[in-house]
């Protein structure tokens, strides 16, 4: 079944770092080579009360279906 979502304070930027330099974006940027992607973020990102497994998936699907 599946596991209760864990709320925890983090930081977006730190969800956002860690996804780029994971092993599935890696994999993601050599199958899609030919498209170029652009990194842009705010200067400043304020902690937030979330699941951080649940923000990195959604990010993750994001990516994905923009490619």
Known sequence: ???????????LKQVFD???NSAVFSKMRAMYYEVEIMVETAPIFLNMICSAIHISISLMNFVKNAA
């Open 1 to 11: 079944g599946r596991g209760v979502a864990v709320s925890q304070v983090i930081n």
């Open 18 to 20: 860690e996804y780029l």
